[in-house]
């Protein structure tokens, strides 16, 4: 067990409904990244934070998504106004800082499916 | 840009043979290069990583991969493949010159299907 948490495992949501996902890092870690995975495809990033401080957007993250780490360890993504195009799998991993080379441990995921 | 390529969907191999999963990479600077697996429904789980040094890295599980700069590539192998390694393998760089530092690039995936 890599030890990040996600809650829910599962959210399922009519279209234009605004959707919350909860990410808990391992304890030490000070690096959270936000991944989205679709059916057949790799993790494409979103967005991460170092403690509390957001360094770094994909411009995959449109206005419609925000996240937060308000006191630099438990992470929220929100959706608003969800479209059916956002029916993925939202992973959360978090990492300690070492230069680059640090290693990413990834949560079990939330899987969003928007009708 | 950075970006990942795994040039096979599916790798069909029989018990207790070898196995190969390919990754061809691209980045500007010098890569950081990771394998990660992933089993129905879960999240991904670390396998090994090349930052530096030894071009033969080896991780959990039995698997092992080899940084290749000329042919900028690093496939994953396996002696022996067992049934439980039957799921899906994916491969991700960072550009260590990437000053921003976080982000990993995946590769689509290469579904791993080991017979008995």
């Known amino acids: 067990d890599t030890g990040v948490s996600q809650d829910p495992r599962h959210k399922i949501t009519k279209r234009g409904q605004n959707v919350t996902f909860r990410c808990d890092p391992i304890?030490?870690?000070?690096?959270l990244y936000w991944y989205r995975q679709t059916l057949g495809q790799g993790p494409e990033f979103l967005t991460y934070?170092?403690?509390?401080?957001?360094?770094?957007k994909s411009r995959l993250l449109s206005d419609r998504f925000s996240a937060e780490r308000p006191k630099g360890s438990f992470s929220t993504l929100e959706i608003q106004r969800t479209e059916q195009g956002d029916s993925a799998m939202y992973l959360c991993?978090?990492?300690?800082f070492g230069g680059g080379g640090e290693t990413q441990y990834f949560g079990p995921g939330t899987r969003l499916l928007v009708l | 840009a950075q970006s990942v390529a795994q040039p096979e969907d599916q790798v069909n191999v029989a018990e207790g043979n070898p196995l190969t999963v390919k990754c061809t990479y691209s980045?500007?600077?010098?890569?950081?290069l990771f394998w990660y697996v992933q089993y129905p429904n879960r999240g991904l789980q670390f396998l090994l990583k090349?930052?530096?040094?030894?071009?033969l890295v080896k991780g959990s599980y039995g698997f092992e991969a080899e940084f290749n700069k000329s042919q900028t590539s690093f496939h994953l192998k396996k002696p022996s493949a067992l049934v439980s390694d039957s799921a899906l393998y994916f491969c991700?760089?960072?550009?260590?010159?990437?000053?921003?530092?976080?982000?990993?690039?995946f590769g689509q995936g290469t579904e791993l299907s080991v017979k008995p």
């Open positions: 980045v500007s600077g010098n890569p950081y």
């Open positions: 090349y930052i530096t040094g030894d071009n």
């Open positions: 304890s030490e870690h000070n690096r």
């Open positions: 991700a760089v960072r550009d260590s010159t990437d000053n921003q530092g976080g982000k990993l690039i």
């Open positions: 934070f170092q403690n509390e401080a957001q360094l770094e």
């Open positions: 991993a978090s990492s300690a």
